[in-house]
């Protein structure tokens, strides 16, 4: 139960005292400046609501799975104790950034994965509401448990390793917002911010498969994924294939899912669960758009056999 109020606290702390009132500053702003198209209020209830979803379930699975877990792989890990608190917390710091870049590039490379993060990236806006559309099955999915886990085998406690966790999503709120421009070079070289952030959910591959980074961008520069946005070309947001066409909370959250086991049965291909998320058009819906153009260029004949 502790960990259910835990998620509560999170609510009403960062979420009612930080995050809600931070969206409705933005959208003053942008409507002073007359840009009303930023933000349509209905999108940012749904994004809300989303939020407030996902962190309850957070909260549920942690209290009811992800604790026990996590404590049965401390007891087989390094178990290993820092002379430093301050050293720790560098550890700790890092690791957890470097292992939510690699999450994040499993995210967006692998069907499975990418249903519990396409929400996220479905918004044809680009706001701090959209910080908060994430997909409540990200926790149900297994996918979360990738990010606790190499924390466990070091020997951060469960506690240490949660903290970390929600400070590097609360650093990531902040991304989320076309209102802030360049930030100084010094910065923007070792940080991630919403200009790099920005680029990243650009919906063609160049960008959206770019920016990685949590509260960092150096792994990105080290690993060949940066991508800076004065170079990037024309930013527009949401994705290229199945767009959804709804703001319900429910089928953001779940739509995606359903349309890949979809898939799996109609092409009776197991593949589907691990190939890109793009894998299927490019393979099967590209050659059936060809076979289906070659039949309709294929000359009439009088419909007898030539056998």
Not at 20 to 25: A, F, K, N
Not at 65 to 78: E, Q, T
Request: aromatic residues 14%.
């Amino acid at each position: 139960m502790g960990d259910i109020r835990h998620a509560l606290y999170y609510l009403l702390l960062a979420g009612g005292g930080i995050f809600v009132p931070m969206i409705i500053l933005e959208r003053a702003y942008w409507i002073r400046l007359d840009r009303l198209s930023a933000y349509d209020l209905r999108e940012a209830l749904s994004n809300i609501s989303m939020g407030f979803i996902y962190k309850l379930l957070d909260g549920v699975v942690l209290a009811l799975f992800l604790a026990y877990v996590y404590d049965r792989v401390v007891d087989f890990g390094l178990q290993y104790t820092f002379s430093s608190g301050l050293v720790a917390i560098a550890v700790l710091f890092f690791v957890t950034d470097f292992v939510y870049f690699v999450l994040h590039v499993l995210l967006h490379n692998t069907r499975y994965a990418w249903c519990s993060h396409v929400s996220h990236h479905s918004s044809t806006r680009f706001n701090l509401s959209t910080a908060l559309r994430q997909n409540f099955l990200f926790d149900l999915s297994g996918v979360a448990i990738l990010w606790c886990l190499p924390l466990a085998l070091i020997g951060f406690d469960k506690t240490s390793a949660v903290l970390a966790i929600e400070m590097n999503l609360f650093y990531q709120f902040f991304l989320h917002t076309e209102a802030v421009d360049r930030l100084p070079a010094w910065y923007e070289a070792v940080f991630n911010t919403p200009s790099h952030h920005r680029v990243h959910h650009g919906n063609i591959p160049d960008q959206m498969e770019a920016n990685f980074g949590g509260v960092l961008i150096i792994w990105d520069r080290l690993f060949g994924t940066f991508r800076d946005e004065r170079n990037a070309g024309t930013i527009s947001y949401g994705i290229t294939h199945r767009q959804p066409q709804t703001l319900n909370p429910l089928r953001l959250n779940l739509d995606e899912w359903f349309q890949m086991w979809r898939d799996v049965w109609r092409y009776r291909d197991l593949r589907i669960l691990w190939k890109h998320p793009d894998w299927l058009e490019e393979t099967y819906r590209c050659n059936e758009a060809v076979r289906n153009l070659a039949c309709r260029n294929r000359p009439v004949t009088s419909g007898v056999s030539d056998s």
